[in-house]
Nanobody, 122 residues
Framework: QVQLMESGGGSVQTGGSLRLSCATSGYTDSRYCMGWFRQSPGKEREEVASLGGAGSTRYADSVKGRFTISKDIATNILHLEMNSLKPEDTAKYYC????????????????WGQGTQVTVSS
């Protein structure tokens, strides 16, 4: 059974940066789509960024130009580089995979990590 574990969350001030990482344990195909999602209290979980098997990326409009998703192929660790952070980026961030080569809707993601908290203060 594949397991995902996020790290790198923390507290920063507006304009700061953080780098989240998502490590995979257990066998998985490195070409599977993986994504970053976030959820804050009272809100639905939303997709932040995703990385498909062919290297295609997708970003939420709210993070375009500020966040970058990438994967270290050798270690299959997924990263999310977050720059110019804003208070509205405050949320618990999750990584997930849908175990398919193309990314789709959030409902297709079957394996989730436990999440890492990101707090941005003004």
């Amino acid at each position: 059974q594949v397991q995902l574990m996020e790290s790198g969350g923390g507290s920063v001030q507006t304009g700061g940066s953080l780098r989240l990482s998502c490590a995979t344990s257990g066998y998985t195909d490195s070409r599977y789509c993986m994504g970053w999602f976030r959820q804050s209290p009272g809100k639905e979980r939303e997709e932040v960024a995703s990385l498909g098997g062919a290297g295609s990326t997708r970003y939420a409009d709210s993070v375009k130009g500020r966040f970058t998703i990438s994967k270290d192929i050798a270690t299959n660790i997924l990263h999310l580089e977050m720059n110019s952070l804003k208070p509205e980026d405050t949320a618990k961030y999750y990584c997930a995979t849908n175990e398919r080569y193309s990314c789709g809707s959030i409902s297709g993601y079957k394996i989730w990590g436990q999440g890492t908290q990101v707090t941005v203060s003004s």
